[in-house]
């Protein structure tokens, strides 16, 4: 498969608590994004993490990379209820231009 | 994020009408893209202009069609569509489609329902 695909497909957290999100493929790429989505919205770009990088961090957002395992996760420290969202990992392959590959996306559910 | 605006927001229409779809970016960019978005399925990316030629088509069926006149606006021209073409679709843009680390930026969409 070209595209991602995020693991869990939904999880539901209390506020506070924090969030995890996995996302695998099995392509080559240049680099990987994150992506939110509101329900009845479009995508809102979070963070992007080159294929040379290991972490990332942008708030209370913070990205990992593992090329060795084609894997990436997102963590969400310290949950609120308006981090209630799908979240989707977007894959820019090598060679690709701009064009990126989204998986299915985890819908996360943080209850106040 | 007012950066890329859709119209309309929602739109129904029967199989056999001609509708459009229209997208405007404020943000200066030379990329856009069609992306339709459909339940329990991931993103599909249907067309890629940069500085207005067509770079990427998705093997999208001919009823749809898309325009770039500038820039600025991209539109989607629907014509005898199918119950299965009912989705979300999104606009998004990007400073260019060949730069290495440009975020793209999303419209709202237009909910696409065919009757």
């Known amino acids: 498969s070209q595209q991602g695909e995020e693991d869990p497909q939904a999880l539901s957290i209390q506020e506070g608590e924090n969030a995890t999100m996995n996302c695998s493929y099995k392509?080559?790429?240049?680099?990987l994004q994150w992506y939110r989505q509101n329900s009845g919205r479009g995508l809102v770009h979070l963070i992007l993490?080159?294929?040379?990088?290991r972490e990332k961090h942008s708030g209370r957002l913070r990205v990992t990379l593992d090329t060795s395992k084609k894997s990436s996760s997102l963590l969400i420290t310290a949950s609120r209820a308006a981090d209630t969202a799908s979240y989707f990992c977007?894959?820019?392959?090598?060679?690709?231009?701009?064009?990126?590959?989204f998986g299915g996306g985890t819908r996360l559910m943080v209850k106040p | 994020e007012t950066g890329v605006t859709q119209t309309p927001r929602h739109l129904v229409m029967g199989m056999t009408n001609k509708k459009s779809l229209k997208c405007e970016q404020h943000?200066?960019?030379?990329?856009m893209y069609w992306y339709k978005q459909s339940a329990k399925k991931p993103l599909e990316l249907m067309f890629v202009?940069?500085?207005?030629?067509?770079?990427e088509n998705n093997s999208v069926p001919s009823r749809f069609s898309p325009e770039c006149p500038n820039s600025s606006h991209l539109f989607l021209h629907l014509h005898t569509l199918q119950p299965e073409d009912s989705a979300l679709y999104l606009c998004?843009?990007?400073?260019?489609?060949?730069?290495?680390?440009?975020?793209?930026?999303f419209g709202d969409g237009t909910r696409l329902s065919i009757l």
């Open positions: 998004a843009s990007s400073q260019d489609f060949l730069g290495g680390e440009q975020p793209q930026h």
């Open positions: 943000l200066g960019h030379n990329a």
């Open positions: 993490i080159r294929s040379n990088e």
């Open positions: 977007a894959l820019r392959r090598r060679n690709a231009g701009n064009m990126l590959t």
């Open positions: 392509t080559s790429i240049n680099n």
């Open positions: 202009y940069n500085f207005k030629e067509q770079t």
